[in-house]
C-alpha cells in the first residue's frame, strides 16, 4: 500500500515536498515513480527513480523538480521548486516489481495566486 501526502494550494514560484509512504519496504522495487493528472486530461509521468536511486525527469519538470527515497524511512519524495499553474494536478506514486503496478490514492496539488 501506498499513501502520498503534502499536496495543497501554492502560490505560483512557490515549492511543495510530495511523500509516498509504503507500508512495507521499498528496496526491493526495481522502480518507483510519480504521475500526475491534471482535471481533465490523462494521467502523465513526472519522475522515476530506479532501485538504485537514479532518477529520470520528464522534461516538463527536469531543473525543477526533485524524486528521492529513503529506503530506510519507506518512502519516496517529489520536491517540487518553481511551481506554475500549469503543475496543477493530483499527484500520484506507483512502485513495482516488473512494472508498476502499485498505486497510492494520490494528493492534489493546486498551484494559483
Known amino acids: 500500500q501506498l499513501v502520498e501526502s503534502g499536496g495543497g494550494l501554492v502560490q505560483p514560484g512557490g515549492s511543495l515536498n510530495l511523500s509516498c509512504a509504503a507500508s512495507g519496504s521499498i528496496s526491493g522495487f526495481n522502480a518507483m515513480a510519480w504521475y500526475r493528472q491534471a482535471p481533465g486530461k490523462e494521467r502523465k509521468l513526472v519522475a522515476t527513480?530506479?532501485?538504485?536511486?537514479?532518477?529520470y525527469y520528464t522534461n516538463s519538470v527536469n531543473n525543477r523538480f526533485t524524486i528521492s527515497k529513503d529506503n530506510d524511512k519507506n518512502t519516496m519524495y517529489l520536491q517540487m521548486n518553481n511551481l506554475a499553474p500549469d503543475d496543477t494536478a493530483m499527484y500520484y506514486c506507483a512502485a513495482g516489481y516488473q512494472r508498476l503496478d502499485i498505486w497510492g490514492q494520490g494528493t492534489r496539488v493546486t498551484v494559483s495566486s
Open positions: 527513480i530506479s532501485r538504485l536511486g537514479a532518477p
